[in-house]
Each structure stands twice: as C-alpha cells, then as structure tokens.
C-alpha cells in the first residue's frame, strides 16, 4: 500500500505547545491491501481500516478527543458511499465512538475529562465494514487529536493526514522477492514479483527507472553496495490514477561505500590501491608502512620522517631555511650524503657541513677559491697526467 503521512503543527504561541510531528506518529493498514472499488453494479465492496497511533517523544500527554474523517460520496477522492455500518472501536479505555455523517466524521472521546497517554504508549483505532465507492483515486484521511501536556491546562488540536488509494476490481501487486538475499560484491541477483494486468509498472532502483510492465521477473548484475529495489504499479480508470509500490532489499557483502563527509574514530586499513581524487590532510601523524606513490605535488607543513629509503624521479625542493640530513639516505651508519652525480647550488647561498666532503674525482668551483688556510684546507687540483710527454 502506498501510504503518505502529512502532519499540520498546532497553531499557538504558548511554549508548552508540542512541535510538529512530536504528538502521535500514526500508522494505517488495510483489509483487503489494496482496497478495490466497488463494481457498478452488484454487491459492494467492503473494507476495513486499522489505525496506530504511538507516542513516540519522551513526555506523557493528556487526550480528551480523537476523530476520524471519512471522506463519503460517490467522487474518486471520496471512501465510502456512506458511514452506514461502519464498526468503530478504540483501545483506549472506557473511550466511545459516535458517529457524525453530516460532518464525514467518526469522533471518539473518553468518560471523564482526559487520558493520559504516556511515553512510549499509543492507541489502536478500527474501522470496519466500509462501503467503497466505485471510483478509483486516492484519498485522504484526516485524523485530528485534541491534547494537552501535562502539567499545562490548554487544550490543542494535532491534526494529521493520511492517505490510501482505491484501486480497480481485480488489481494486485505482491510478493516481491530477490533471490539469494545476499551476494558478494559484484554479485548477481534475480527479482520476481506478481500483478495482475491492465496496468503500468516500473522497476525502481539507485538512479534506475524500468518499464517492467510486460515483465514479472528482472536480472540484476555486478551489485556493488545493499540495495532497495521498489516495483510501482500505476492504475488508471478514466482520468483518475492511483498508485502501490511495494519494496525488497538484496544486502551485498562488504559494498562499496559512497558517501559524503566520514568520520573515522579509530584505525582505518587500506588492503588495497588507496586513491585520493582531492585533498587529503592530516591533522595529526601520518604513517605509511609500504611504499606511498605520489602523482602531483604534496605538501608538508610540518617534519618528514622516513624510516626507509627515498627516491625520486624529479626534483626535491625545500623552500625552508635548509635541508638537514643526519644520515645518509638508504645505507649504513655513516653521516654522509652520496651524490650519484651533481650538486647545483646555482643560487646565491652556499653548501655547508660540519664534517668532512670527499670527492673521489675532483671539486670545480665557477669563481675563484678562497685563499686556503690550515682549517679550510686547499681546493683540490685535477689530477696530473701521469703518463710522461713524448
């Protein structure tokens, strides 16, 4: 059954007045599901209607009149042809029904001045033996609750709307299974479901609409994440239309997962590749206990450290005040820097250490050396040819 709620907040002031949605969350079914018009001519059809009504929030409230609308006539947006045999009963107790064909109304009320209704708590309404009329529509029940909080002395008015819809003689949709329940990721799964004919259907699922009507089974393959499929039937009757839709969920193990914004409170693991599309920021440490392969530039604000070896196929750059290595990258224990091939310090500034530089070839400076001294040393020459001229 295709049911839509619509909750009308008490118009007041007062600041004990309840909040919309906050008074009783109402439920409604019905016998048959789906109702079905009457025929034109003939027996009429009949129709029972079971309201709920639960005290959801986590205060008590008093009660002291609940009615129900019937809509009644012979139009597409109209119930009943009338309120003629209509079998009324509450589960509150001692409360009474009466009644009200000149308003389309059921109204129930309690002896005394209220009942309580307390957290947690509802009531049960039921109406049976319903004459349906024979046009097919939707049609709204309005169902108004007259209350107060305890504890204040001002009486409100909670109204709520419900809605079902009549549908043609002989109508059905039911019994929508997906067979297995659960699959792995990228698994596969069948629908199947049954209605009658003379009406439109659609398969509904993620972003998915599916003309079905010819069809009462469908595949569906590579399913990555749990997913609700709905199957919506659409009758018509003249110009007037009236829909059901019914649902199944095929639950997928370990899914994949789209979301938003996620919050991660304790130690998340990566098994496989890691991709990053945007910006990734790490406000606190961040460690990487394989190998971390970076296609654009990346960021540090505070220091790198790395346990391991670092390449790199372009260029290093440190916008800092210096580049300290205290140890030599990938070997041993020794403090020192291999340079495979060059050192370019082609700004101002210069190169320092504190320890010693070897060069096992030669040193070529662009400007003239320094007069060397005993702490300094000299800059080394290139080697002489040690083979004798002819």
Avoid: C
Avoid at 105 to 112: G, T
Avoid at 349 to 362: D, N, P
């Amino acid at each position: 059954m295709s049911l839509v709620a619509h909750t009308i907040a008490p118009t007041s002031d007062d600041p004990d007045a309840l909040a919309e949605g906050t008074v009783l969350s109402y439920e409604l079914t019905t016998d048959p599901d789906p109702i079905r018009v009457s025929p034109a001519t003939g027996t009429v059809e009949l129709a029972d209607l079971v309201i709920v009504g639960s005290r959801q929030a986590g205060t008590a409230i008093e009660a002291r009149k609940l009615t129900v609308y019937i809509p009644t006539g012979t139009a597409s947006a109209e119930l009943a042809l009338d309120l003629t045999g209509i079998a009324a009963q509450i589960s509150l107790p001692g409360w009474t029904p009466t009644s009200d064909p000149t308003n389309q109304r059921i109204v129930f009320a309690p002896p005394s001045d209220a009942t309580r209704i307390e957290a947690g708590a509802g009531v049960t309404i039921q109406l049976g033996g319903i004459r349906v009329n024979r046009q097919v529509g939707s049609v709204p029940i309005p169902i108004e609750l007259e209350y107060r909080a305890v504890g204040t002395s001002a009486w409100r008015t909670d109204t709520t709307t419900l809605g079902i819809g009549k549908f043609p003689a002989g109508f059905y949709l039911r019994n929508l299974i997906v067979r297995p329940l659960i699959v792995d990721n990228g698994g596969s799964a069948t629908l199947t479901w049954e209605a009658s004919e003379g009406a439109t259907y659609k398969l509904l699922y993620d972003l998915a609409e599916v003309d079905v009507t010819s069809r009462r089974t469908y595949p569906v393959t590579n399913v990555r994440h749990t997913t609700v499929f709905y199957v919506r039937g659409i009758a018509q009757s003249g110009n007037n239309t009236v829909e059901r839709t019914i649902s199944t969920t095929l639950v997928v193990n370990e899914p994949d997962l789209v979301v938003n914004n996620l919050t991660i409170n304790g130690i998340t693991t990566a098994n496989g590749e890691l991709v990053a599309n945007g910006q990734v920021t790490a406000k606190r440490d961040l460690a990487v206990t394989g190998s971390a392969t970076v296609g654009r530039n990346t960021t540090l604000r505070g220091t790198l450290g790395v346990d391991g070896e670092v390449t790199t196929q372009g260029i290093v750059k440190v916008s800092g005040t210096g580049l300290l290595l205290t140890k030599r990258l990938g070997h041993g224990d020794g403090g020192v820097i291999d340079v495979i091939s060059s050192i370019d310090q082609s700004v101002s500034g210069g190169i320092s250490t504190r320890g010693q530089v070897t060069a096992t070839r030669f040193v070529t400076t662009s400007s003239p050396a320094d007069t060397p001294d005993a702490t300094n040393g000299a800059a080394e020459s290139p080697p002489a040819d040690p083979t004798p001229a002819p």
